[in-house]
């Protein structure tokens, strides 16, 4: 499998490409600045793009959506408690606050479990609810993207709309921990020490993951 992890946008996001070599489709996880950037990439690679994923909702993971979806034609997924996060006007109105132009609506909800294939890979959906009610990590061919619900040492804020500390914990711990030690984790942002971790690294080292605070 292809694996570009690229920090884009004014956030610096790392967004994802994810392709399989034979067949040449792809996903792409969390567009989030930097278009022109991206759109080359994916042309210089000649891959086509199947799915864009948001692992959450919030506008610095989702504000390249509109533009690669309208290079692509490719539909743009998200868990459908996110998309209904987008609803609440308090939560409107909190991401409007940050300056991002809105995204278009997901034409595809997803809910954990299912899966999305492109070429030889499938991306296994995991509802890992806390930072926002409705994130996702995303896990294919032991490797797992983890938006801002996991990151290298750290773990992600919750004093957001829809975050909640305890689920989050709990989400970690029920989904992430069981997940096998050397899985490779693809964070949401370059928080810590290395910009790739592992499952059993971060049990070992992350007090948010069962590791010593």
Not at 5 to 15: A, D, I, K, N, S
Request: glycine share 12%.
């Amino acid at each position: 499998m292809i694996i570009k992890q690229l920090q884009l946008g004014v956030e610096g996001v790392f967004c994802y490409l994810l392709a399989c070599e034979e067949s040449r489709e792809a996903v792409i996880i969390d567009p989030c600045g930097d278009e022109d950037k991206l759109l080359s990439i994916i042309d210089e690679l000649q891959v086509k793009i199947l799915f864009i994923v948001n692992t959450h909702c919030h506008p610095d993971h989702t504000c390249g959506n509109a533009i690669i979806k309208g290079a692509s034609g490719a539909p743009i997924m998200m868990h459908k408690a996110d998309e209904q996060l987008l609803q609440n006007p308090a939560a409107k109105e909190y991401f409007k606050r940050q300056g991002f132009s809105p995204a278009p609506p997901a034409e595809g909800l997803v809910q954990d479990g299912d899966q999305l294939v492109f070429g030889n890979y499938t991306l296994h959906v995991i509802h890992t609810p806390g930072h926002s009610p409705g994130s996702i990590c995303l896990y294919c061919d032991g490797n797992l993207f983890t938006g801002d619900s996991l990151f290298v040492g750290a773990a992600g804020r919750v004093d957001v709309p829809g975050g909640d500390f305890a689920t989050l914990i709990n989400s970690l711990a029920g989904k992430i921990a069981v997940l096998p030690d050397d899985t490779v984790v693809w964070p949401g942002h370059d928080y810590g020490d290395t910009v790739t971790s592992t499952i059993g690294r971060e049990k070992r080292e992350n007090p948010y993951l069962g590791g010593e605070w």
